[in-house]
Every structure is written in C-alpha cells, then in structure tokens.
C-alpha cells in the first residue's frame, strides 16, 4: 500500500534540471561526448556527494553540468527528470535552468532553451504533466551577465515563464541584479529568487523589494526577523523550501530540526520542493515522506503543502482548478 503521501498529487516549484543529473546519466553523455569525468565509476561519484556546505555541492554541479553539451543531451536530462517523478505523482513542475553555466563553456542558448523545451511537450502530451521553464541568473557572476543572458534568451521569449537567481548566495546580495530584473518585469515574465537559504533575511527583503518577486526561494531563513514574516504572510508570498537539500548542505543539521512546522504555524504558504534531487538524495516523494516521518506531519498538513503549491504556481485558474480537483481526489480516497 502506497502512503497518502506518496499518491498525493505533487506540484513542484523548486527544482535545477541540471541537478536532476543521475550520475548513471552523466557517465552515459560523458561517453557520447567524449567527456572524461575525474571519477573512476558511478559509485565513486556518488560518494563524492557529501557536502559541508552549498559552495561545496556547487562545485560538482557545474562539474557535472560539461557533460550536457547538445540538444539531446537537455532534452535527456529533463525527460529523465519527468518520467521519474511521474512515480510520484508530480502533475506540474516549474523547472529551473543555469543557461551561463551552458553558454560560457560555448554552448548555444537555443540548443539549452530547444532541448528543454521539448522534453517539456513530451511530458505534456505522454504523461499528462503540465511544466514551464524559468531561466536563471548566476549570482557570482555580475549584473551585466544577467542583462547580456536575458537578452541572448528573448529570442526564445516563448518557452520561458519567468526569471529566477541562484548559485552561490553569500556575499552576492540581490541589489546587484536589478537590471535584469527590471528588464524581465519590462517583457512580462515572473520573477523568483534564491533568498534566506544560507543568506541572511536581509536578502529576503532585497529580493522582493529590489528584483519585486513574486515567490522566495527556500527562505527558510525569514524566521529570524519577525517583521518579514508578517510581511510575507500579509502579501502571501510563497518560499519554496527543500526540505533534503537543506539538510544535505547543513542549512539544518537534522531533518527533524527542520523549520517547515513552523513555518507553516506562521501562516506562511510553504511549499515541498526536492531543488537538486540527483544530488540530495530525494525526488518529492522521499521529501514529503521523509518531512512526514521526521517531523510529524498530518496527512492535513501534507495536503496544505500540496495545494500551497497549486496556489503558489504560474499556472492559469483552469489549471489550477484541475490540479485542485485532483488533490481533492487523493484525499477522498486517502
Ligand atoms: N541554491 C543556490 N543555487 C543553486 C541551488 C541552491 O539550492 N541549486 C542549484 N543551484
Ligand atoms: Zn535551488
């Protein structure tokens, strides 16, 4: 018998495409591509994944992103990623991708954005998932890079919802960022950004009060200061929080420690994301089942984080109604 947990219909919001690489899956197009990985064996890989921190697992993620280098190979990764999660149930998924960590090794923007986005249509119409993409700027990089990257992608204007920021977040508050931010509000896209996962509440602010976003990702940090948390709550403002990944990369020791309870308490519309599943060890599943068991979650609570993550995504009313109907399902069956 399946757990209510794992037959809850899933939206996911908070995820790296390029972190969906299964290390069985970067051995493969290393070879196709003549890559050679400074790794002996697919076991050796994985045992590398043990990270004291997010520059630490950020090292290895854009190691193992050289790999990716044709239109085959994106589209590969992303349809790797939906028929996995399909087992979980994710219905829709907004899904991240880093185009300079592709375009600054010579990787062309249409052979990412065309990859991706034919996964995306092949998931739609074979496993009923709906999914859109949301291009991110890399924060250690500057200001200017973003600009020039979301000029680069507007040819592709079509196959993108929305911008978003991550990489490594200390020391690259979001002020810097402006600009491209600006420009992506101009040309009607969303904007999301990594905020208060490492970084202090202050980048919470700056994200929505610099780069106006809609949804923070992780934010989990936003405990700390008592008026941003009436702030995001007032304006319902969702954080995408990970929960595996946060415990991967020490943001809290134990997944018991974890704030999403509270967060919750607080009247916050979280939702449960996996960020970088080949690389945390969990796609949804293992994170919803995984909060439930050490944090004691009800099966009302795991439906509130289900249909938070309805409201909280770009999709249409339609959709969203359909996605709702569909939690509603589960749970008369639960
Ligand atoms: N934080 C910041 N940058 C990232 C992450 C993350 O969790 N995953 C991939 N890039
Ligand atoms: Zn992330």
């Given at each position: 018998m399946t757990s209510f947990a794992e037959r809850l219909p899933k939206v996911e919001l908070h995820l790296h495409i390029e972190g969906t690489l299964e290390p069985e899956l970067m051995f493969a197009l290393a070879d196709r591509n003549g890559v050679t990985l400074p790794y002996a064996s697919v076991d050796a890989l994985r045992a590398a994944y043990d990270f004291g921190n997010l520059q630490d697992f950020l090292d290895l993620y854009y190691q193992g992103a050289n790999v990716l280098q044709k239109q085959e190979d994106f589209f590969d990764l992303a349809w790797a990623y939906f028929t996995r999660v399909h087992r979980d149930n994710v219905e829709h998924a907004e899904l991240f991708f880093d185009p300079q960590t592709h375009t600054d090794r010579g990787v062309a923007m249409g052979t990412v954005i065309e990859?991706?986005?034919?996964?995306?249509?092949?998931?739609?119409?074979?496993?009923?998932?709906?999914?859109?993409?949301?291009?991110?700027?890399?924060?250690?990089?500057?200001?200017?890079?973003?600009?020039?990257?979301?000029?680069?992608?507007?040819?592709?204007?079509e196959h993108f919802i929305g911008v978003g920021l991550d990489s490594a977040e200390v020391g690259n508050p979001p002020?810097?960022?402006?600009?491209?931010?600006?420009?992506?509000?101009?040309e009607g896209l969303h904007r999301v950004a990594h905020a208060g996962e490492e970084g202090p509440p202050e980048y919470i602010w700056g994200a929505l009060d610099a780069l106006h976003v809609e949804r923070i990702d992780h934010g989990v940090r936003c405990l700390e200061d008592a008026k941003l948390?009436?702030?995001?709550?007032?304006?319902?403002?969702?954080?995408?929080?990970?929960?595996?990944?946060?415990?991967?990369?020490?943001?809290?020791?134990?997944l018991s420690q974890h704030n999403l309870p509270r967060l919750l308490e607080a009247g916050l519309c979280a939702t449960i994301n996996s960020d970088d599943p080949a690389y945390f060890g969990g796609y949804m599943n293992d994170n919803f089942v995984q909060c439930q068991q050490a944090l004691g979650l009800s099966d009302a609570q795991l439906r509130l984080l289900a249909e938070n993550a309805i409201e909280a995504s770009f999709v249409d009313d339609a959709r969203k109604a359909q996605l709702r109907a569909s939690v509603q399902r589960a749970s008369e069956g639960a």
């Amino acid at each position: 018998m399946t757990s209510f947990a794992e037959r809850l219909p899933k939206v996911e919001l908070h995820l790296h495409i390029e972190g969906t690489l299964e290390p069985e899956l970067m051995f493969a197009l290393a070879d196709r591509n003549g890559v050679t990985l400074p790794y002996a064996s697919v076991d050796a890989l994985r045992a590398a994944y043990d990270f004291g921190n997010l520059q630490d697992f950020l090292d290895l993620y854009y190691q193992g992103a050289n790999v990716l280098q044709k239109q085959e190979d994106f589209f590969d990764l992303a349809w790797a990623y939906f028929t996995r999660v399909h087992r979980d149930n994710v219905e829709h998924a907004e899904l991240f991708f880093d185009p300079q960590t592709h375009t600054d090794r010579g990787v062309a923007m249409g052979t990412v954005i065309e990859g991706l986005t034919a996964a995306c249509k092949k998931a739609d119409e074979e496993l009923n998932i709906s999914s859109s993409l949301i291009l991110c700027f890399l924060r250690h990089l500057s200001g200017d890079a973003a600009v020039q990257t979301l000029r680069d992608a507007l040819p592709y204007r079509e196959h993108f919802i929305g911008v978003g920021l991550d990489s490594a977040e200390v020391g690259n508050p979001p002020e810097r960022f402006t600009e491209a931010f600006d420009l992506a509000g101009a040309e009607g896209l969303h904007r999301v950004a990594h905020a208060g996962e490492e970084g202090p509440p202050e980048y919470i602010w700056g994200a929505l009060d610099a780069l106006h976003v809609e949804r923070i990702d992780h934010g989990v940090r936003c405990l700390e200061d008592a008026k941003l948390v009436q702030r995001l709550a007032a304006e319902r403002i969702p954080l995408t929080v990970c929960p595996l990944s946060n415990t991967k990369l020490r943001v809290f020791d134990d997944l018991s420690q974890h704030n999403l309870p509270r967060l919750l308490e607080a009247g916050l519309c979280a939702t449960i994301n996996s960020d970088d599943p080949a690389y945390f060890g969990g796609y949804m599943n293992d994170n919803f089942v995984q909060c439930q068991q050490a944090l004691g979650l009800s099966d009302a609570q795991l439906r509130l984080l289900a249909e938070n993550a309805i409201e909280a995504s770009f999709v249409d009313d339609a959709r969203k109604a359909q996605l709702r109907a569909s939690v509603q399902r589960a749970s008369e069956g639960a």
